[in-house]
Each structure stands twice: as C-alpha cells, then as structure tokens.
C-alpha cells in the first residue's frame, strides 16, 4: 500500500511520526501553510515558516523516505489580524518557489469581511500563478460556510477542477460535489470525521476527485488515519485499486495541477499518471 497524505502539518510532528507513516506505507504528503495555534505578530514570522516548509522540512521528510511538499498561504484566521495581512504581499516570491504545489489553506473561520477579501485575493493569486487552490470549509458553521465559499470560487472564476475543498462532512459533501470541486475529508480521532464514515461516503460518491487527509497537526490528530481509511475500505470491500485511487493517485492527479509535483524516485511511485509525466519539466 502506497499513501500520499495530501493535507497534514508535519512541522507538528515529531521524527517518530515520520517514522510510523514511513513503516505504513506513507510515501508523500502535502504540508499546508496554516496559523501556529497562538497568534503571529508580524509578517516576518510567516517568512520564517514558509521557509521551514519548503525547506527544512521536506529535508526532514527525506530522511525518512517521504518526498514533501507545501501549499502557502494567509490562513483564514489570520486573515483578520491586521499585523498579519501585510504577508499578501509576500506570496507571490513564495508562490513562484519549486516545492510549492497550491496556494492554500484559503477560505473561512468566521465568515468575516476581512476573510472575504483575503480568500479572493488569494484565489486571484492562484489563477496568476496557475496554481491549484486548496480551500478549507469553517468548523462552526460548516453547511453555510461551504455555500458560501462555493459561491466565492465561482465569483472567482478559476476551474473548479483545480480546487479541493477540504473538512467536508456527510451534510457539505454534495453542494461541493455539484460544484465540481475536489472533496476533501479529514479523518479525526474522537470527532468529526472517522474512517467508518468515510467508507459510507465512498460507497455513495465514488473514489473519483474526493481526496482524504489526516490533517493531523498540534491538536488531537493522528497521522495514520490515512491508513486506517486504507484498512476500513478494504474491510469494507472496496478493492486495492480503489484505495490505490484514493490514497495515491488522487492526490497525484490534483496536485500535478501545479506542474511542480516531482515524486520521481519515490519508492512506489510511478513516472506516469494515466499516460501523463508527472515529473518536473514534463520528461
Ligand atoms: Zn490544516
């Protein structure tokens, strides 16, 4: 089995987490920029941590066989916070870097003016930079603030097909699936989201454009429930293609978007997805 976690905070995690995911299967993963868990109070310290991962820490990935990747990003909560907005400017340089596949994580906390103007600004920047967007649906409010962010997407005119809207749930999964974007689901420990319940969407949407993810970061979360959707769906007799579909080659679909997705020696991985290099450069 053969996983690639498309959205999970590995700067978090501990090298034993690395290791874990490493002996289950994990190959890949994609790092999200996102707020720090207490506040920021300056621009700088963005530059700091968007350095770290596109750097340090797809070095540390390496060291355990994973190839890593960022999106970057003004994260929703910090978009109301006028001692972080200044780090729009930033984005661009960072935007243009090699080993940055979206721009991402956009979209809602609390539906604020503030984070409407930041979510369409970095939706515009994705379409400047044609880059994918990976859009994150609010945990309070969830089915109005996945509308909503639905309708902004449209305003914003990028190809729905280059957008995952993640943290969907049994109630937002099909507005987002009507509107064509990639659904995203983030298995948790206690809450929210279980593997259990994931097969039961599966088994009523399909395996096609629905990416999973751990999501796993500072707070209770757990990098291995990537696998343990992998196991529940084979459990629940799904067959290895389809969990290969999932767990691998979704991910690689979505974000070779980018043109910068390079997992060339990867253990695992494939030169090719369905007839296309997703090798850098296009060899
Ligand atoms: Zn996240």
């Known amino acids: 089995m053969r996983i690639f976690d498309p959205?999970?905070?590995?700067?978090?995690?501990?090298?034993?987490?690395?290791?874990?995911?490493?002996?289950?299967?994990?190959?890949?993963?994609?790092?999200?920029?996102?707020?720090?868990?207490?506040?920021?109070?300056?621009?700088?310290?963005?530059?700091?941590?968007?350095?770290?991962?596109?750097?340090?820490?797809?070095?540390?990935?390496?060291?355990?066989?994973?190839?890593?990747?960022?999106?970057?990003?003004?994260?929703?909560?910090?978009?109301?916070?006028?001692?972080?907005?200044?780090?729009?400017?930033?984005?661009?340089?960072?935007?243009?870097?090699?080993?940055?596949?979206?721009?991402?994580?956009i979209g809602y906390d609390s539906m604020t003016p503030a984070e409407d103007e930041a979510f369409s600004a970095q939706l515009a920047l994705a379409l400047d930079h044609d880059l994918p967007a990976l859009v994150h649906t609010?945990?309070?409010?969830?089915?109005?603030?996945?509308?909503?962010?639905?309708?902004?997407?449209?305003?914003?005119?990028?190809?729905?097909?280059?957008?995952?809207?993640?943290?969907?749930?049994?109630?937002?999964?099909?507005?987002?699936?009507?509107?064509?974007?990639?659904?995203?689901?983030?298995?948790?420990?206690?809450?929210?989201?279980?593997?259990?319940?994931?097969v039961e969407i599966l088994r009523k949407h399909g395996t096609e454009r629905v990416l999973v993810n751990s999501a796993a970061d500072w707070g209770k979360s757990d990098p291995l429930l990537t696998v343990r959707t992998a196991e529940a769906m084979l459990a629940g007799g799904f067959s290895a293609e389809d969990v290969d579909q999932l767990l691998w080659q979704n991910p690689v679909a979505f974000y070779s978007q980018s043109g910068r997705l390079d997992l060339s020696d990867v253990d695992g991985a494939e030169a090719t997805f369905a007839g296309n290099s997703i090798l850098r450069g296009g060899s």
């Open 138 to 198: 609010p945990h309070r409010d969830k089915a109005r603030g996945t509308q909503r962010s639905i309708d902004v997407i449209k305003e914003s005119g990028i190809d729905p097909g280059r957008v995952a809207l993640d943290h969907l749930n049994e109630v937002t999964v099909d507005a987002a699936r009507d509107a064509g974007v990639w659904i995203g689901f983030s298995i948790y420990p206690d809450t929210k989201m279980s593997p259990d319940r994931m």
């Open 7 to 105: 959205h999970i905070h590995m700067t978090s995690r501990t090298t034993d987490d690395y290791q874990r995911m490493a002996d289950a299967g994990v190959r890949a993963v994609v790092e999200p920029a996102f707020w720090l868990g207490q506040p920021r109070t300056n621009p700088g310290s963005f530059t700091d941590y968007f350095d770290s991962i596109i750097g340090w820490e797809p070095f540390r990935a390496s060291q355990f066989g994973i190839r890593h990747h960022a999106t970057i990003a003004l994260n929703p909560k910090e978009a109301n916070d006028p001692r972080c907005r200044p780090v729009l400017d930033l984005l661009p340089r960072y935007l243009a870097k090699d080993g940055v596949v979206a721009v991402g994580e």
